[in-house]
């Protein structure tokens, strides 16, 4: 009940937002904030009574929905679910406040708009039936495409269609590959879309969804779906330009939480349900052995020197994003106890990072509205507070060690280094990379003598560090103390070790 | 005990600087800053000293758990041993005399009470390196003390060249932070284990493997970890962003530029020694050699005085890894200590000579800003060399005759002076050089080995060169006329927060710390199998390593080396033989040393001094060579030219790459199916397509960059359907 309260009581904002007057705009965004604060104590909530040395799922409902293809409204948490359900009520109220002066049309209608795409996320990490999950995944889409659209900057019907029909196709792709596991999952009247029955099923020797052949195609059907999401070269173009015309509480968003529906998909479904298509494309031998590890790779890499080459503050942000996932990848084709820890960890942690920097953004184009790095200049001297947040950000974003980004970046490559010696060698390139876009951004922006234009631009208001000053606290908490967040989910990374090693 | 005071002198400097830190979300700051980080430094200087007796033969590790996996555990811990100890006097004592040096020399500054903070949080992060158990929280300390370095060197920010020099640190460090990073991840995959000490931990594991031979990876996994040591410690040819460094305050460049950060490469390579192999203590030894010479050549023709130290020590760097590589432990860390003295009190002291011509200016370090750029080149003019600008008040072309003007300091710095150089017996260089000459002269002999004897001329020449420029530095600020009368007539003795700190490291210069090493109880170098591998004993039957020899035992330094030498030299186990004195490699070592610090000073002095040998004429002769050492070997015009420019070239490549190829087709393959689509609505009308399915089609429909507007009204209809949606959702829940 707990959980069912936590994913609806949003939209339930949304209806009483719709019934408020047009004009009353600070009434508005006060229940919209009301409305994102009480899921975010109920995670809380969630986080405290969690129990932690369960493997299971917790909090579990399980009632029957559309008994015609027996499909339940089934929702639980276990250990990823919880830490994401976190972070996503937890920057629920961050985007709130920050959208809080900077919205100029259509409040209600955005903070409406907004409300929705909460559900539809805290109801994504809840779903333990892979139709639930499919509903609450594309509920999530039209909010965005209409978030980027009408409230994004010059390009955005170009930007939001992008980002529409890309997340459209590679869901059209998992649509299929869910029909197909549904219609193998028994004879008719016994199939079910029930995720842990499924992950039972497959598991079980002879049965139609234990086949290596239909593992490794319901595999793919899924994978470019979420791929899509994470974004997995080559499948990432949609990204820079979602945000770049994104505003900002929404660029946080999209960084911090959507990202991550790609990643926990493929932990959720792919690993979980299809081992033996997992460890067809990560066992590290034979042409598609390595091809998982590859990727995640690539997306380090590549990613990186796209930042590298990025003047767009913006941008920058959004390519070191496509970098920072790859870790994810990485971690999770090791498919170790250290590597899909740090997998996590780095989901968790890059939901923190990346929102604190597009927040950064945020506060410098409100002041200068621009956002091009060469255009600045020795502003350390005018904001030492906004210059300090921003350097602790960028350390931990290239991975300082003592900041929280660190520990899932080192514990992905030494997972992955077990498995795949030499493409983690080659993906440690990114952490130097990464370090010289940072280092540079911080040089071109804040360093040297004042840009003479910006004399008179104001230090970061107590409003904007409300937003930043938590993130930078579980960074730097997080850094410190792991186990805080490990802890959550230990147990789940120890079973779906198992699950994998089982095969 | 231990944990209390370990506990104690790691969290006294985060303290002050967490408070720094807070205040500053308030937008304020403590008004002492100043005092709050010295005193937190002084606390940890007292428990620093209180743990010297603590510290217990064979301790063992005091660890927490820090992340548990499931499987896999990875935990934080302290261990405390005799170099442990030693380590936490040199940074503690160092940083709380940088501290008080501080409050004078920085003085006015108007970013004053942020230098402290930074101060106090480089301590604790280097404090924490040295206490840690484990490779990972070496590592946490390591990138850490790197970020104290970058935020430091950078201080004065507004100065384009402090800028670049921050970042070039911070890069160029995290180059070799990344093969280190490698080679931890080699040695987590064979050990399942980041912890070096006690039971399981990486020493003990290793100590086995390494009698079961199999030491090719090892060898790679203890080279690349000595890769972090290469950056930290400036070691070639990661070597280039120390000088740069030079662009922080000076009293930065003392404390962490040259006392205790850059020597934490040496430390990170003298606790990996267990199980650095044959191969990979030679690849050391030879990185270390050829810094030494490098350096010092460089050191030679420049004119920045903070850069000749700084290029001084680089050179002595290599040397301490000259020692580690060539198994002389002890020798590299004792040389580590000694040179953390006098080498804080060369820039301090030079610091001193800039802070004197800073009153003619009569404000701040607002001209240190401005000094940037000025050319005072003239007799290079034509030569542009990266980094080679001067600002006036650190050209020694602009000082001497300073001795009289600034007794202490010239005092002070001259004892620093005879130190480094190797002058003979009551200075502590002279012990520490001399140790780490001789333990490569024994190796040398013991194993008959060239490699060695090629290392011993390197150390040797680097020795004769290193008292020759610093020399050279001592004639050129404080001896002759003063070059520049004006500059000269306002400079003046520093204040008495400055000179104290001066007089208590030229007192440190003297060989009173030297007694830590010399017990031979108290530090014992740990095990290297490979120093008493039988494949070594063949060629050294009649080995002197190990005879009695000549004794000096003046403050009984010789029986410490003694000790050492004859634990490897005997092939057995150490301590047995340490009082029963040494072989001739000692006295050859000795007697060369003191040959070529004389004549390196001989040398100077008729250059700089007496002016007999005109420095300008033999660089004329050797054209070639004086440009090759001018433009430093040209290390900067290699990295610039190829390194960054391929690197930025191919950022652009790629971004161009993903801007028109991934993106070109992406964009393709959307006018396509809109195309495609545009026929589809075509035939069928789209009016009969209502609501959200019109909606996706439009969308698609203006995928090519035809502008229309999304009518917020739109919106309103759209969230409405959800709803409707939502509720004939839940009536169906209801129905089946």
């Not at chain 1, 809840?126 to 889409?141: G, H, K, N, Q, S």
């Not at chain 2, 001896?479 to 306002?490: L, S, V």
Request: hydrophobic share 50%; with cysteine; aromatic share 12%.
């Amino acid at each position: 009940m707990l959980l069912s309260l936590m994913i609806f009581i949003p939209l339930l904002g949304m209806i009483a937002v719709l019934l408020l007057p047009r004009e009353s705009e600070e009434l508005v965004k006060r229940v919209t904030l009301l409305f994102t604060l009480i899921p975010l104590a109920l995670a809380v909530a969630l986080f405290i009574s969690y129990d932690r040395s369960a493997a299971g799922t917790q909090y579990v409902v399980n009632i029957p929905w559309i008994q015609a293809f027996n499909i339940q409204y089934h929702i639980g948490i276990d250990g990823l679910s919880v830490t994401l359900l976190l972070l996503t009520a937890l920057l629920g109220p961050i985007c709130v406040i920050a959208s809080w002066r900077n919205i100029e049309k259509g409040i209600k209608a955005y903070m409406a708009l907004f409300l929705l795409l909460e559900t539809g996320m805290l109801g994504f990490f809840a779903a333990l039936d892979l139709f639930l999950f499919y509903v609450f995944f594309e509920l999530t889409l039209l909010p965005m495409y209409f978030l980027i659209g009408v409230w994004g900057g010059p390009r955005r019907e170009y930007a939001a269609i992008k980002f529409f029909l890309y997340t459209l196709f590679g869901s059209v792709l998992m649509l299929v590959a869910m029909i197909a596991v549904y219609l193998n999952s028994g004879a008719p009247g016994a199939r079910t879309f029930d995720i842990p029955t499924l992950i039972t099923l497959a598991a079980t020797e002879g049965h139609a969804l234990n086949n290596l052949n239909f593992q490794i195609w319901a595999f793919l059907g899924f994978f470019i779906g979420f791929a899509v999401k994470v974004p997995i070269f080559p499948f990432h173009t949609w990204l820079p330009d979602a945000h770049v015309e994104a505003p900002t509480a929404i660029s946080v968003i999209l960084a911090g939480i959507l990202l991550k529906m790609g990643t926990y998909g493929l932990v959720r479904v792919n690993m979980a349900m299809f081992p033996q298509g997992m460890d067809f494309f990560c066992n590290g031998t034979g042409t598609w052995g390595n091809s998982l590890a590859l990727l995640g790779f690539i997306n380090i890499v590549y990613g990186s020197f796209c930042a590298l080459a990025q003047t767009d503050f913006k941008k920058l942000v959004a390519y070191s994003s496509i970098g920072h996932m790859g870790f994810v990848i990485l971690g999770l084709a090791a498919r170790n106890t250290e590597g899909i820890t740090g997998a996590i960890l780095q989901m968790f942690n890059h939901g923190v990072i990346s929102g604190m920097l597009f927040l950064l953004v945020g506060v410098l184009y409100d002041r200068a509205h621009h956002r091009e790095i060469n255009g600045f200049g020795g502003l350390g001297a005018k904001m030492p507070v906004y210059t300090g947040i921003t350097t602790l950000a960028f350390m931990a974003s290239l991975g300082l060690p003592g900041l929280s980004g660190f520990v899932g970046e080192a514990l992905s490559l030494l997972g992955a280094y077990d498995k795949f010696k030499m493409l983690t060698i080659l993906s440690t390139i990114g952490i130097v990379v990464g370090a010289a876009y940072f280092l540079w951004t911080l040089q071109r922006v804040f360093l040297g003598t004042l840009n003479p234009k910006y004399e008179a631009l104001p230090e970061i208001n107590g409003r904007e560090i409300l937003t930043l000053a938590p993130l930078g606290i579980l960074t730097i908490v997080l850094g410190i103390w792991p186990n805080f967040a490990i802890d959550m989910f230990r147990e789940s990374v120890t079973n779906l070790v198992n699950v994998l090693q089982a095969i | 005990m231990v944990v209390l005071l370990i506990s104690l002198i790691l969290l006294c400097p985060l303290a002050a600087f967490a408070i720094f830190g807070l205040l500053g979300l308030a937008k304020r700051s403590f008004p002492r800053q100043d005092y709050l980080s010295t005193a937190a430094m002084l606390i940890a200087l007292v428990c620093s000293l209180l743990l010297l007796q603590e510290v217990v033969p064979d301790p063992e590790p005091h660890t927490v758990q820090w992340l548990s996996l499931g499987s896999v555990t990875f935990s934080m811990g302290f261990y405390l041993d005799s170099v442990t100890a030693i380590m936490l006097i040199v940074v503690t004592l160092v940083s709380s005399l940088v501290h008080i040096f501080s409050m004078g020399y920085m003085h006015g500054d108007p970013r004053y009470p942020r230098f402290f903070a930074f101060l106090s949080l480089f301590s604790f992060s280097m404090l924490f390196l040295v206490v840690s158990d484990n490779l990972l929280g070496i590592y946490i300390g390591w990138e850490l003390v790197g970020l104290c370095s970058y935020l430091l060197i950078g201080f004065w920010f507004e100065k384009d060249s402090a800028a670049d020099a921050c970042k070039k640190a911070f890069l160029t460090t995290r180059v070799g932070d990344v093969g280190m990073f490698i080679g931890m991840m080699m040695l987590f995959t064979k050990f399942d284990t980041l912890s070096l000490y006690g039971e399981g931990g990486i020493f003990a594991q290793a100590a086995v493997q390494l009698n079961t031979g199999d030491m090719i990876w090892l060898s790679i996994a203890g080279v690349l970890i000595f890769c972090g040591a290469v950056g930290k410690s400036a070691q070639v040819p990661l070597h280039t962003w120390l000088p740069d460094a030079m662009e922080g305050p000076t009293p930065v460049s003392a404390l962490i530029h040259a006392a205790t950060m850059v020597a934490a490469g040496v430390y990170l390579t003298a606790r990996m020694f267990p199980i650095l192999t044959e191969t990979s203590s030679l690849v050391i030894a030879y990185i270390g050699g050829i810094t030494a010479i490098i350096a010092a050549t460089i050191a030679i023709v420049r004119f920045d005085i903070k850069r000749v130290l700084a290029y001084s020590t680089v050179s002595q760097l290599g040397y301490m890894m000259l020692g580690i590589g060539v198994g002389s432990y002890v020798a590299g860390l004792f040389h580590l200590t000694t040179h953390a003295f006098f080498k804080a009190l060369l820039f301090l002291g030079s610091g001193s000579v800039i802070h004197a011509f800073h009153a003619m200016h009569g404000h701040g370090h607002d001209d240190e800003h401005d000094a940037h750029g000025h050319d005072h080149d003239e007799d290079h003019g034509s030569e542009h060399v990266l980094g080679s600008e001067i600002p006036p008040d650190q050209d020694m072309r602009n000082m001497g005759g300073l001795r009289h003007k600034m007794p202490i300091t010239f005092i002070t710095m001259l004892i620093a002076t005879l130190s480094i150089s190797g002058v003979p017996f009551i200075f502590s260089g002279f012990w520490s050089k001399d140790a780490i000459l001789a333990g490569v002269l024994g190796r040398a002999m013991e194993w008959n080995s060239v490699h060695h004897y090629l290392l011993f001329g390197m150390a040797l020449f680097a020795a004769g060169i290193t008292a020759f420029y610093m020399f050279r530095l001592i004639f050129m600020t404080f001896f002759g006329e003063p070059r520049n009368q004006e500059m000269h007539d306002m400079a003046h003795e520093s204040p008495k927060s400055m000179t104290v700190p001066l007089l208590v490291l030229a007192v440190l210069s003297f060989p009173v710390v030297n007694t830590l090493w010399f017990n031979a109880d108290y530090v014992k170098p740990p095990e290297q199998p490979h120093l008493h591998a039988p494949a070594h004993a063949h060629v050294s039957p009649d080995s002197k390593v190990g005879e009695a020899g000549l004794t000096f035992s003046l403050f009984g330094i010789s029986e410490a080396v003694a000790a050492e030498e004859g634990a490897d030299g005997t092939h057995g186990a150490h301590g047995d033989d340490a009082h029963h004195g040494h072989g001739p490699a000692h006295t050859i070592a000795m007697v060369l040393s003191i040959i070529v610090a004389g004549l390196g000073i001989l040398l100077s002095w008729l250059f700089y001094h007496r002016r007999t040998l005109s420095a300008e004429s033999v660089a004329t002769t050797f054209r070639p060579l004086y440009t090759l050492f001018w433009h430093k070997y040209y290390f900067d015009e290699f990295y610039n030219g190829v390194l960054v420019a391929v690197t930025v070239w191919k950022s652009r490549l790629f971004a161009q790459f993903d801007g028109t190829i991934v993106d070109g087709i992406v964009n393709g393959v959307g006018t396509v199916t809109r195309d495609i689509l545009a026929v589809f609505v075509g035939v069928f009308d789209n009016r009969i397509v209502d609501g959200l399915v019109n909606r996706v089609a439009e969308v698609t429909w203006s995928i090519g960059g035809r502008v229309r507007q999304i009518q917020t009204g739109a919106i309103q209809t759209y969230l409405f359907v959800v709803l409707a949606g939502i509720v004939l959702l839940i009536l169906i829940f209801r129905a089946l």
